[in-house]
Protein backbone atom coordinates (compact mmCIF):
# COMPACT_ATOMS: atom_id res chain seq x y z
CA UNK A 1 0.00 0.00 0.00
CA UNK A 2 1.21 3.07 -1.11
CA UNK A 3 0.78 6.50 1.34
CA UNK A 4 0.08 9.36 -0.13
CA UNK A 5 2.02 12.91 0.59
CA UNK A 6 -0.41 13.83 2.96
CA UNK A 7 -0.08 10.83 4.95
CA UNK A 8 3.27 11.28 5.07
CA UNK A 9 2.96 14.42 6.43
CA UNK A 10 0.53 13.49 9.16
CA UNK A 11 2.60 10.69 10.29
CA UNK A 12 6.17 13.01 10.73
CA UNK A 13 4.48 15.66 12.53
CA UNK A 14 2.71 12.96 15.11
CA UNK A 15 5.01 10.78 15.69
CA UNK A 16 6.99 12.39 18.42
CA UNK A 17 3.46 13.43 20.08
CA UNK A 18 3.48 12.53 23.81
CA UNK A 19 -0.18 10.81 24.93
CA UNK A 20 -1.74 11.98 27.71
CA UNK A 21 -1.82 9.24 30.51
CA UNK A 22 -5.47 8.79 32.27
CA UNK A 23 -4.26 8.24 35.25
CA UNK A 24 -8.38 7.00 36.81
CA UNK A 25 -8.29 4.42 34.20
CA UNK A 26 -4.55 2.88 35.21
CA UNK A 27 -5.79 2.73 38.62
CA UNK A 28 -8.92 1.46 38.11
CA UNK A 29 -7.21 -1.30 36.20
CA UNK A 30 -4.71 -1.95 38.83
CA UNK A 31 -7.25 -1.99 41.65
CA UNK A 32 -9.54 -4.97 39.36
CA UNK A 33 -6.08 -7.15 39.62
CA UNK A 34 -5.45 -6.56 43.00
CA UNK A 35 -9.36 -8.37 43.11
CA UNK A 36 -8.55 -10.83 41.62
CA UNK A 37 -6.66 -13.12 43.84
CA UNK A 38 -6.24 -16.93 42.80
CA UNK A 39 -8.52 -18.57 45.73
CA UNK A 40 -7.81 -21.67 43.22
CA UNK A 41 -4.49 -22.01 44.30
CA UNK A 42 -5.74 -22.59 48.19
CA UNK A 43 -7.80 -26.02 47.40
CA UNK A 44 -4.56 -27.53 45.87
CA UNK A 45 -2.53 -26.76 49.06
CA UNK A 46 -5.04 -27.66 51.26
CA UNK A 47 -5.41 -30.90 49.90
CA UNK A 48 -1.36 -31.51 49.93
CA UNK A 49 -1.32 -30.76 53.38
CA UNK A 50 -4.40 -33.15 54.51
CA UNK A 51 -2.34 -35.80 52.25
CA UNK A 52 0.68 -35.06 54.22
CA UNK A 53 -0.95 -35.19 57.68
CA UNK A 54 -2.20 -38.52 56.75
CA UNK A 55 0.58 -40.40 55.40
CA UNK A 56 2.79 -39.44 58.68
CA UNK A 57 -0.47 -40.90 60.87
CA UNK A 58 -0.01 -43.97 58.88
CA UNK A 59 3.94 -44.21 59.26
CA UNK A 60 3.44 -43.73 62.46
CA UNK A 61 0.67 -46.25 63.64
CA UNK A 62 3.02 -48.60 61.19
CA UNK A 63 5.68 -48.21 62.93
CA UNK A 64 3.71 -48.51 66.37
CA UNK A 65 2.24 -52.06 65.37
CA UNK A 66 5.86 -53.24 64.42
CA UNK A 67 7.18 -52.60 67.65
CA UNK A 68 4.24 -54.03 69.66
CA UNK A 69 4.38 -57.13 67.18
CA UNK A 70 8.16 -58.18 68.17
CA UNK A 71 8.04 -60.92 70.93
CA UNK A 72 10.16 -59.67 74.03
CA UNK A 73 12.29 -62.07 75.20
CA UNK A 74 11.55 -63.51 78.63
CA UNK A 75 14.82 -63.06 81.11
CA UNK A 76 15.06 -65.01 84.68
CA UNK A 77 15.31 -62.02 87.11
CA UNK A 78 19.10 -62.10 88.47
CA UNK A 79 19.07 -61.75 92.09
CA UNK A 80 20.23 -58.61 93.15
CA UNK A 81 22.79 -58.06 96.18
CA UNK A 82 21.58 -54.24 96.52
CA UNK A 83 18.91 -53.31 99.07
CA UNK A 84 16.57 -51.19 98.93
CA UNK A 85 15.54 -48.68 101.55
CA UNK A 86 11.82 -49.11 101.17
CA UNK A 87 11.33 -53.06 99.26
CA UNK A 88 13.42 -55.67 100.29
CA UNK A 89 13.60 -58.40 97.44
CA UNK A 90 14.46 -62.15 98.46
CA UNK A 91 15.84 -64.08 95.67
CA UNK A 92 12.87 -66.58 94.38
CA UNK A 93 13.22 -70.24 95.71
CA UNK A 94 13.53 -72.96 93.47
CA UNK A 95 10.61 -75.38 94.49
CA UNK A 96 8.01 -76.32 91.74
CA UNK A 97 4.50 -74.77 91.22
CA UNK A 98 1.96 -76.65 91.86
CA UNK A 99 -1.06 -76.72 89.47
CA UNK A 100 -4.04 -75.17 90.03
CA UNK A 101 -7.39 -77.70 90.66
CA UNK A 102 -10.39 -77.37 88.84
CA UNK A 103 -12.85 -74.28 90.16
CA UNK A 104 -15.46 -76.87 90.66
CA UNK A 105 -13.65 -79.10 92.84
CA UNK A 106 -11.96 -75.80 94.82
CA UNK A 107 -13.65 -75.43 98.31
CA UNK A 108 -14.01 -71.28 98.54
CA UNK A 109 -11.59 -71.12 101.28
CA UNK A 110 -9.03 -72.61 99.35
CA UNK A 111 -10.00 -70.10 96.45
CA UNK A 112 -10.09 -67.26 98.94
CA UNK A 113 -5.99 -68.18 99.97
CA UNK A 114 -5.49 -67.97 96.62
CA UNK A 115 -6.27 -64.33 95.62
CA UNK A 116 -4.10 -61.22 97.53
CA UNK A 117 -5.24 -60.10 100.92
CA UNK A 118 -3.88 -57.40 100.76
CA UNK A 119 -5.47 -54.72 97.84
CA UNK A 120 -2.76 -52.15 97.63
CA UNK A 121 -0.24 -54.91 98.37
CA UNK A 122 2.90 -54.85 95.26
CA UNK A 123 4.01 -57.93 93.31
CA UNK A 124 7.18 -57.88 94.72
CA UNK A 125 6.20 -58.61 98.01
CA UNK A 126 3.66 -61.54 96.25
CA UNK A 127 6.79 -62.83 94.51
CA UNK A 128 8.68 -63.33 97.46
CA UNK A 129 5.49 -65.53 99.42
CA UNK A 130 4.47 -67.72 96.36
CA UNK A 131 6.45 -70.32 95.31
CA UNK A 132 7.76 -70.07 91.79
CA UNK A 133 7.75 -72.79 89.28
CA UNK A 134 11.24 -74.71 87.77
CA UNK A 135 9.97 -73.69 84.25
CA UNK A 136 12.16 -70.85 82.78
CA UNK A 137 8.79 -69.22 80.96
CA UNK A 138 6.84 -69.16 84.43
CA UNK A 139 9.57 -68.59 85.97
CA UNK A 140 10.33 -65.49 84.15
CA UNK A 141 6.90 -63.77 84.93
CA UNK A 142 6.14 -62.36 88.43
CA UNK A 143 3.48 -63.29 90.62
CA UNK A 144 1.52 -60.67 89.71
CA UNK A 145 1.37 -61.37 86.15
CA UNK A 146 1.31 -65.24 86.91
CA UNK A 147 -2.56 -64.38 88.27
CA UNK A 148 -4.67 -62.70 86.09
CA UNK A 149 -3.70 -65.82 83.72
CA UNK A 150 -5.15 -68.19 86.94
CA UNK A 151 -8.19 -66.45 86.78
CA UNK A 152 -8.73 -66.78 83.25
CA UNK A 153 -8.98 -70.06 83.44
CA UNK A 154 -11.29 -69.96 85.95
CA UNK A 155 -14.52 -70.06 83.89
CA UNK A 156 -17.96 -71.61 85.53
CA UNK A 157 -19.71 -74.27 83.98
CA UNK A 158 -23.45 -73.35 82.36
CA UNK A 159 -25.96 -74.24 84.46
CA UNK A 160 -28.11 -76.78 82.59
CA UNK A 161 -31.40 -77.93 83.68
CA UNK A 162 -32.03 -81.31 85.35
CA UNK A 163 -33.72 -84.10 83.78
CA UNK A 164 -36.70 -83.99 85.35
CA UNK A 165 -36.87 -79.85 84.20
CA UNK A 166 -36.11 -80.81 80.45
CA UNK A 167 -39.34 -83.23 80.51
CA UNK A 168 -41.75 -80.49 81.48
CA UNK A 169 -39.73 -77.72 78.92
CA UNK A 170 -42.28 -78.35 75.74
CA UNK A 171 -43.37 -75.53 73.48
CA UNK A 172 -46.91 -75.68 72.47
CA UNK A 173 -47.80 -73.65 68.72
CA UNK A 174 -50.79 -70.60 69.30
CA UNK A 175 -52.84 -71.12 66.71
CA UNK A 176 -55.09 -67.53 66.60
CA UNK A 177 -58.02 -67.18 63.96
CA UNK A 178 -58.00 -63.70 62.36
CA UNK A 179 -61.67 -62.14 62.13
CA UNK A 180 -62.24 -61.19 58.44
CA UNK A 181 -62.16 -57.25 57.86
CA UNK A 182 -64.73 -55.50 56.34
CA UNK A 183 -64.30 -52.76 53.65
CA UNK A 184 -65.84 -50.23 51.54
CA UNK A 185 -64.45 -49.96 48.07
CA UNK A 186 -65.20 -47.12 45.38
CA UNK A 187 -64.24 -47.93 41.90
CA UNK A 188 -64.13 -46.49 38.93
CA UNK A 189 -62.36 -47.90 35.18
CA UNK A 190 -62.05 -47.91 31.59
CA UNK A 191 -63.54 -49.89 29.32
CA UNK A 192 -62.90 -51.54 26.22
CA UNK A 193 -66.36 -52.58 24.32
CA UNK A 194 -65.45 -55.36 21.65
CA UNK A 195 -68.90 -54.84 19.30
CA UNK A 196 -69.46 -58.04 17.37
CA UNK A 197 -72.70 -58.23 14.49
CA UNK A 198 -73.91 -61.00 13.29
CA UNK A 199 -76.54 -61.31 10.39
CA UNK A 200 -79.10 -64.27 10.50
CA UNK A 201 -79.42 -64.67 6.79
CA UNK A 202 -77.93 -63.88 3.58
CA UNK A 203 -80.77 -61.37 2.86
CA UNK A 204 -79.60 -59.58 5.86
CA UNK A 205 -75.63 -59.09 4.80
CA UNK A 206 -76.42 -55.66 2.98
CA UNK A 207 -77.92 -54.17 5.82
CA UNK A 208 -75.18 -55.53 7.97
CA UNK A 209 -72.48 -53.99 6.07
CA UNK A 210 -74.30 -50.54 6.35
CA UNK A 211 -74.72 -50.79 9.99
CA UNK A 212 -70.88 -51.62 10.12
CA UNK A 213 -70.06 -48.50 8.16
CA UNK A 214 -71.96 -46.15 9.23
CA UNK A 215 -71.41 -46.72 13.45
CA UNK A 216 -68.12 -46.76 15.51
CA UNK A 217 -67.75 -47.39 18.92
CA UNK A 218 -66.37 -44.66 20.98
CA UNK A 219 -65.05 -44.24 25.06
CA UNK A 220 -66.88 -46.61 27.83
CA UNK A 221 -66.04 -46.30 31.43
CA UNK A 222 -67.53 -48.14 34.58
CA UNK A 223 -68.20 -47.32 38.04
CA UNK A 224 -69.07 -48.87 41.32
CA UNK A 225 -69.89 -49.05 45.15
CA UNK A 226 -69.25 -52.07 46.59
CA UNK A 227 -68.58 -53.74 50.21
CA UNK A 228 -66.09 -56.54 50.99
CA UNK A 229 -65.33 -58.82 53.52
CA UNK A 230 -61.62 -59.89 53.47
CA UNK A 231 -60.04 -62.88 55.76
CA UNK A 232 -56.04 -63.99 55.50
CA UNK A 233 -56.49 -64.99 51.43
CA UNK A 234 -60.14 -64.73 50.63
CA UNK A 235 -62.78 -61.71 50.01
CA UNK A 236 -65.79 -61.51 48.91
CA UNK A 237 -67.56 -57.95 47.66
CA UNK A 238 -70.47 -57.19 46.58
CA UNK A 239 -72.26 -53.72 45.42
CA UNK A 240 -73.93 -51.80 42.61
CA UNK A 241 -71.72 -51.10 38.98
CA UNK A 242 -72.71 -48.77 36.35
CA UNK A 243 -71.31 -49.41 32.99
CA UNK A 244 -71.74 -46.62 29.88
CA UNK A 245 -70.82 -47.14 26.52
CA UNK A 246 -71.17 -44.91 23.58
CA UNK A 247 -71.25 -45.02 20.31
CA UNK A 248 -71.21 -42.89 16.59
CA UNK A 249 -74.16 -42.99 14.29
CA UNK A 250 -72.84 -41.35 10.54
CA UNK A 251 -74.38 -41.73 7.53
CA UNK A 252 -74.45 -39.70 4.46
CA UNK A 253 -76.63 -40.80 1.51
CA UNK A 254 -77.58 -39.76 -1.90
CA UNK A 255 -81.15 -40.51 -3.22
CA UNK A 256 -82.59 -40.14 -6.68
CA UNK A 257 -85.92 -40.07 -7.79
CA UNK A 258 -88.88 -39.26 -10.29
CA UNK A 259 -91.34 -36.96 -9.29
CA UNK A 260 -93.76 -34.93 -11.54
CA UNK A 261 -93.17 -31.20 -11.14
CA UNK A 262 -94.64 -28.27 -12.39
CA UNK A 263 -92.76 -26.49 -15.31
CA UNK A 264 -93.07 -25.11 -18.86
CA UNK A 265 -94.21 -27.97 -21.18
CA UNK A 266 -94.12 -25.79 -24.68
CA UNK A 267 -93.34 -22.14 -26.04
CA UNK A 268 -95.07 -20.71 -28.71
CA UNK A 269 -94.59 -18.19 -31.31
CA UNK A 270 -96.40 -15.72 -33.12
CA UNK A 271 -95.62 -14.11 -36.62
CA UNK A 272 -95.45 -10.72 -34.62
CA UNK A 273 -92.54 -12.44 -32.33
CA UNK A 274 -94.83 -12.50 -29.38
CA UNK A 275 -94.34 -16.06 -27.33
CA UNK A 276 -96.68 -18.16 -25.23
CA UNK A 277 -95.85 -20.55 -22.72
CA UNK A 278 -97.30 -23.84 -21.79
CA UNK A 279 -96.89 -24.97 -18.53
CA UNK A 280 -98.09 -28.06 -17.29
CA UNK A 281 -96.88 -31.15 -14.94
CA UNK A 282 -93.43 -32.88 -16.47
CA UNK A 283 -91.31 -35.38 -15.18
CA UNK A 284 -88.06 -34.63 -13.80
CA UNK A 285 -84.78 -36.17 -12.18
CA UNK A 286 -84.52 -35.42 -8.38
CA UNK A 287 -81.09 -35.84 -6.01
CA UNK A 288 -81.44 -35.91 -2.58
CA UNK A 289 -77.63 -35.69 -0.59
CA UNK A 290 -78.02 -35.76 3.40
CA UNK A 291 -76.14 -36.72 6.16
CA UNK A 292 -76.36 -37.20 10.06
CA UNK A 293 -74.48 -37.81 13.48
CA UNK A 294 -76.00 -39.17 16.15
CA UNK A 295 -74.21 -40.31 19.76
CA UNK A 296 -76.09 -43.89 21.12
CA UNK A 297 -75.81 -44.74 24.45
CA UNK A 298 -75.63 -47.79 26.02
CA UNK A 299 -76.44 -47.92 30.04
CA UNK A 300 -75.75 -51.37 32.15
CA UNK A 301 -76.80 -51.60 36.12
CA UNK A 302 -75.92 -54.23 37.76
CA UNK A 303 -75.44 -56.19 40.74
CA UNK A 304 -72.03 -57.86 40.74
CA UNK A 305 -70.93 -61.03 43.05
CA UNK A 306 -67.06 -61.44 43.07
CA UNK A 307 -65.29 -63.85 44.89
CA UNK A 308 -61.38 -63.49 45.23
CA UNK A 309 -58.08 -65.59 45.80
CA UNK A 310 -54.69 -64.19 47.23
CA UNK A 311 -51.67 -65.68 45.46
CA UNK A 312 -48.69 -63.48 46.42
CA UNK A 313 -48.36 -61.40 48.87
CA UNK A 314 -44.42 -59.66 48.27
CA UNK A 315 -44.05 -57.17 46.86
CA UNK A 316 -47.58 -56.53 45.96
CA UNK A 317 -50.32 -58.09 46.71
CA UNK A 318 -51.70 -59.74 44.27
CA UNK A 319 -55.23 -61.64 43.89
CA UNK A 320 -57.19 -63.45 41.01
CA UNK A 321 -60.86 -62.68 41.01
CA UNK A 322 -64.01 -64.55 39.30
CA UNK A 323 -68.24 -64.19 39.83
CA UNK A 324 -70.96 -63.21 37.78
CA UNK A 325 -73.07 -59.91 37.82
CA UNK A 326 -76.69 -59.50 37.25
CA UNK A 327 -77.92 -56.97 34.85
CA UNK A 328 -81.34 -55.85 35.76
CA UNK A 329 -81.42 -53.00 33.75
CA UNK A 330 -80.54 -51.93 30.12
CA UNK A 331 -81.27 -48.68 29.22
CA UNK A 332 -79.91 -46.91 24.90
CA UNK A 333 -80.41 -43.98 23.55
CA UNK A 334 -80.13 -42.85 20.25
CA UNK A 335 -80.81 -44.09 16.84
CA UNK A 336 -79.76 -46.69 13.88
CA UNK A 337 -79.98 -47.02 10.66
CA UNK A 338 -83.55 -49.01 9.73
CA UNK A 339 -83.42 -52.04 7.12
CA UNK A 340 -85.64 -49.19 4.61
CA UNK A 341 -82.70 -46.94 4.67
CA UNK A 342 -84.57 -44.62 7.48
CA UNK A 343 -83.45 -44.25 10.33
CA UNK A 344 -84.70 -46.24 13.22
CA UNK A 345 -84.54 -44.94 17.59
CA UNK A 346 -83.15 -47.41 19.71
CA UNK A 347 -85.64 -47.53 22.49
CA UNK A 348 -88.27 -48.99 19.90
CA UNK A 349 -87.77 -52.45 20.52
CA UNK A 350 -83.83 -53.06 19.08
CA UNK A 351 -82.07 -53.88 22.55
CA UNK A 352 -83.69 -56.00 24.97
CA UNK A 353 -84.32 -54.06 28.69
CA UNK A 354 -82.55 -56.68 30.62
CA UNK A 355 -79.13 -59.67 30.18
CA UNK A 356 -79.23 -61.72 33.37
CA UNK A 357 -76.23 -63.23 34.16
CA UNK A 358 -72.83 -62.40 33.07
CA UNK A 359 -69.40 -63.69 33.70
CA UNK A 360 -66.25 -62.05 35.48
CA UNK A 361 -62.86 -62.61 35.56
CA UNK A 362 -59.35 -60.48 36.62
CA UNK A 363 -56.46 -60.13 38.40
CA UNK A 364 -56.01 -57.60 40.96
CA UNK A 365 -53.05 -55.44 42.56
CA UNK A 366 -53.20 -54.14 46.25
CA UNK A 367 -51.16 -51.79 48.23
CA UNK A 368 -51.55 -50.34 51.59
CA UNK A 369 -51.00 -47.21 51.84
CA UNK A 370 -52.46 -46.83 55.22
CA UNK A 371 -53.75 -49.32 57.82
CA UNK A 372 -57.02 -48.00 56.98
CA UNK A 373 -56.49 -47.14 53.24
CA UNK A 374 -55.75 -49.81 50.70
CA UNK A 375 -55.57 -48.88 46.56
CA UNK A 376 -56.43 -51.84 43.85
CA UNK A 377 -55.89 -51.77 40.65
CA UNK A 378 -55.71 -54.62 37.53
CA UNK A 379 -57.28 -55.63 34.66
CA UNK A 380 -60.63 -57.67 34.08
CA UNK A 381 -62.66 -59.37 31.53
CA UNK A 382 -66.44 -59.87 31.23
CA UNK A 383 -68.65 -62.12 28.92
CA UNK A 384 -72.17 -61.68 27.84
CA UNK A 385 -73.70 -65.04 27.15
CA UNK A 386 -76.45 -63.07 25.72
CA UNK A 387 -76.77 -60.97 22.44
CA UNK A 388 -77.96 -57.39 23.43
CA UNK A 389 -80.63 -56.98 20.55
CA UNK A 390 -83.73 -58.40 20.82
CA UNK A 391 -85.30 -61.94 19.39
CA UNK A 392 -87.31 -59.77 16.63
CA UNK A 393 -84.49 -57.36 15.44
CA UNK A 394 -83.04 -58.54 12.08
CA UNK A 395 -79.13 -58.37 12.93
CA UNK A 396 -77.40 -59.54 16.64
CA UNK A 397 -75.65 -57.22 18.47
CA UNK A 398 -72.86 -59.15 20.85
CA UNK A 399 -70.39 -57.58 23.37
CA UNK A 400 -66.96 -58.64 25.29
CA UNK A 401 -65.55 -55.77 27.66
CA UNK A 402 -62.11 -55.29 28.83
CA UNK A 403 -61.35 -53.11 31.36
CA UNK A 404 -58.81 -51.84 33.92
CA UNK A 405 -60.14 -50.44 37.17
CA UNK A 406 -58.79 -48.57 39.92
CA UNK A 407 -60.52 -48.82 43.35
CA UNK A 408 -60.17 -47.27 47.02
CA UNK A 409 -60.63 -49.47 49.89
CA UNK A 410 -61.71 -48.11 53.53
CA UNK A 411 -61.10 -50.50 56.06
CA UNK A 412 -64.30 -49.86 58.42
CA UNK A 413 -63.36 -52.66 61.15
Known sequence: MKLTDLERQMRAQLQDHPTALDTAAFLERLRRRKRRRR???LFPLLALGLLSLLGTRLLLQSSSIGKASKPE???????????????ALAPLPTAPLRPLPHPA?????????????????????????????????????????????????RRPLPLLPQPDERETLKITPVTRRTAPRFFLQVEAGLVHAQRQLTAPDAESQVYLDLRQRSETPLEA??????????????????????????????????QRSIEPISGVREILLAPNGDSLRVTDEVLATITRRSQRRVYNHLELFDLPFILGYRISSYPLDLRVEAGVLLNWRLRTSGEILAPDLGYQPLDEGIFRSQLGWTYYSGLQLSYQMTPHLIVDTGPSMRIFPQHFSDHAAPLRQSYWHWNWQLSLRFALY
Open 39 to 41: WWL
Open 73 to 87: AHRSPEPSTKSSPTT
Open 105 to 153: ARSPRTRSQSLPTTKHQRPSTLAATTPPTSDVSRSALPIGKLLPLARAK
Open 221 to 254: WQIGLMGRWQWTRWHFRWGLSYTRATERFQYAFQ
